[in-house]
């Protein structure tokens, strides 16, 4: 309250919302820098990253055409 002016929720009803989904993998053990909590791979499918070294995770984000096409792919395709 009050509503938003028009003209601002026009805006925002045309903004739309984009696919995005995360990636989190977990491995035996820490293969990368242990110091780096986030980098970037230049070059790679999934190019960024956020890594939980003590746990030996790694986070990753992906969105637009990826995301639509692994949420249509069976777990078992995409975990391979």
């Known amino acids: 309250e ?3 002016p028009q003209w601002k929720q026009n ?3 045309v903004m739309g919302f ?3 989904d995360k990636i989190i993998l977990q491995f035996d053990k ?3 820098n242990s ?3 986030t980098f ?3 070059g790679a499918s999934y190019p960024f990253a956020v890594s939980a070294p003590k746990k ?3 986070v990753f984000m ?9 949420e249509a792919s069976r777990d078992e395709d995409t975990i391979a």
């Open 2 to 4: 009050p509503p938003l």
């Open 11 to 13: 805006a925002i009803d």
């Open 18 to 20: 984009g696919d995005t």
């Open 30 to 32: 820490t293969f990368w």
């Open 35 to 37: 110091k780096l909590t």
């Open 40 to 42: 970037y791979i230049a």
């Open 56 to 58: 030996r995770i790694l």
């Open 62 to 70: 992906i969105g637009g055409t990826r995301a639509r096409r692994m």
